[in-house]
Structure formats: structure tokens, C-alpha cells
């Protein structure tokens, strides 16, 4: 069948956040990410896939395609049968009554796409994030996560104006904080996650007691921080093991 003219251009627009909101689409490539939101709730709109990709979904939602045009619309160095056009679904209303991590403005598509792969693996099913935090839609960050986005509730929110009202006890990542492996730490509350390059803004600073800090083993002391993905999978460790 191919690729029409007024697809491809649906499919690059959604490269930007601006059409991706327009659209209420995103991307998804390859077998493992496409089957997974397959099998979620996610409602698909289009698969552009090769002959021997196999799919249940209905006919009409199915762009057969051959590898070379595959490899046009794909971001990926190698393409994997599948590209998907997956529908944004509506934000769900937000739960306060377990373990949640917060984001303050991560950048990095992959680290996103990590920390939602740690939510799903540690059990962690509400990830809040600040406003300028990359977009979840993102196709990088879609591709890290390998599909636990299909099981995890991302909130987008001023996270200033969240934590000012919230009754959990809210704990930050901080160099100068508690050793984590000797704070008693509870089973629900706020885990707050700073920014890769400037850490956790003053404003969050302000609304948060409890600090805690992975220390440092090293003897040359020459490595200056952990990177925040990392952080997160140790610390998050360190919540569930109690």
C-alpha cells in the first residue's frame, strides 16, 4: 500500500510536542514497545508495519510497507518491523496514598524513559512531573521505557503548588542530605528527583524537610554526582527494602 503524502507528514509533525498536543498522537517503534501498548488500554489510530509483522487489530488501522519506507518514517538506526501511531489518552486524577516520585524539570528523554521503567520494576505507579519536564510523548522517552508506560500514571502539575498542599511526608535527592542506608524511611511519600545539571530548584528546596543522599564510596571523591536515572533505581531501592 505505502505511504501517503499527508501520513508522512502526520508522522514527522509528531516529532514536536506542539503536534503531538495538536494531534493527541504519538509514536512508537519496534515489536516490543507497539505489542505492549497493544495490549494495554492505549488506543492505537495507525501501524505502519512490513509484510511479515503480525497484528490481531483491525485492517483498516494496518499501513502495510516495505523496509525502505519504513526506514523514512523511523528515528530508530535500525527499524523493527513496526511504527505505531498510538492515541494520548486522558490524564488520570492522581492518587496520594502510596510511594510517588516527583520530577523536578528532568531534560533527558532517557532518563525519563529509565525512571518510568523503574516505577513499573519497583512498583511505583504514579510519577509526577513538573512542568518543563520532557514530555512523555516523547519518542525517546516512549522507546526507554520499553512499554512500562502503559502501566504507570504520569501527572504533569506545578510541582511547587503540589507540594505546598500535600500531607505525605516529601523527601529530596541532595548531596548534603541524610546517608539513605541509615534513614528510616516510610512505606508512602514524595520522592523528589532534581534536574541533571542544576539538581533540585531553590523553590522545591524550600517546601522540603527531609533531605537524603547516596554517599560516596569512592576514594578519590573525583566523580560529582550520580546520574539521575541511577539516583533513582538506588534510592528507590532503599524505600521498598524497608
Known sequence: MGISKNQLKLI?????????????????????????????????????CVDDFSCTISDDKVVRISEN???????????????????????????????????????????LGTIIRLCDWFGVSELICSTKTVDCY?????????????????????????????????FIADMDGENVYKAKLPKDGILIMGNEANGISNEIKTLVKNKISIPRFGETHETESLNVATATAVLLSEFKRG
Open 12 to 48: 514527522t509533525s509528531l516529532s514536536q510536542k506542539k503536534y503531538r498536543q495538536k494531534h493527541k498522537l504519538f509514536i512508537a517503534e519496534g515489536i516490543k514497545v507497539v505489542n505492549e501498548l497493544l495490549n494495554s488500554t492505549f488506543k492505537v489510530e495507525a501501524l505502519f
Open 69 to 111: 519506507d519504513l526506514k523514512k518514517i523511523s528515528s530508530l538506526k535500525n527499524p523493527n518491523k513496526v511504527l505505531g501511531l498510538f492515541q494520548i489518552p486522558e490524564e488520570n486524577k492522581l492518587r496520594n496514598n502510596e510511594l510517588i516520585i516527583a520530577l523536578d524539570d528532568i531534560n533527558d528523554p532517557g532518563n
Open 138 to 170: 516523547n519518542q525517546k522517552v516512549v522507546q526507554a521505557s520499553m512499554g512500562s508506560l502503559t502501566r504507570i500514571a504520569i501527572h504533569y502539575l506545578d510541582l511547587a503548588a503540589y507540594l505546598s498542599k500535600t500531607e505525605l511526608p516529601t
